[in-house]
C-alpha cells in the first residue's frame, strides 16, 4: 500500500487549502483514511477521518466546522478541505489508512488513535502566518 498526499503550501490566516491522498494498492474496499497533523515538538494528533464502508465522517473539535473530508472513490483518493485557518493548525499533515473496518471493530476513539491505521504518508507541510 503507498499513500501519497499533496497540497500543503504557505499560507495566511484565514486563507484555505485543500490537501489530497492518493491510495494504491489497498486490498479490501471497507477502509477508513484518515488525516492527523504533528507540529514542532508536539505529538501526532488526530484531524479527521472517513469510512469508506458508510462514508462516515469524524472530526476532532478543534476543526469542526472548518475542516471537510471528503473522498473521490473512483481513485482511491481522500481530499482534506481546510478552510479559515489558524495559525495553530500549521503542521505536517499525514494521511493514513486502516485496510479493513466495519462497524463491528468500532469503539469511541478507534479513528483518532494512530496505532488504528496500517499505513502513512510521506507528509505534507502546512504553514499558516499570521
Known amino acids: 500500500v503507498q499513500l501519497q498526499a499533496c497540497g500543503g503550501g504557505l499560507v495566511q490566516s484565514g486563507d484555505s487549502l485543500r490537501l489530497s491522498c492518493a491510495a494504491s494498492?489497498?486490498?479490501?474496499?471497507?477502509?477508513?483514511m484518515g488525516w492527523f497533523r504533528q507540529a514542532p515538538g508536539k505529538e501526532r494528533e488526530f484531524v479527521a477521518a472517513?469510512?469508506?464502508?458508510?462514508?462516515?465522517?469524524y472530526y476532532a473539535d478543534s476543526v469542526k466546522g472548518r475542516f471537510t473530508i471528503s473522498r473521490d472513490n473512483a481513485k482511491d483518493t481522500v481530499y482534506l478541505q481546510m478552510n479559515s485557518l489558524k495559525p495553530e493548525d500549521a503542521a505536517v499533515y499525514y494521511c493514513?489508512?486502516?485496510?479493513?473496518?466495519?462497524?463491528?471493530?468500532?469503539?469511541?476513539?478507534?479513528?483518532?488513535?494512530?496505532?488504528?491505521?496500517?499505513?502513512w504518508g510521506q507528509g505534507t507541510l502546512v504553514t499558516v502566518s499570521s
Open positions: 493514513a489508512v486502516r485496510q479493513y473496518y466495519t462497524s463491528a471493530f468500532y469503539y469511541p476513539s478507534i479513528f483518532n488513535s494512530p496505532s488504528e491505521y496500517d499505513f
Open positions: 494498492g489497498l486490498a479490501f474496499p471497507n477502509h477508513v
Open positions: 472517513l469510512s469508506w464502508s458508510d462514508s462516515s465522517t
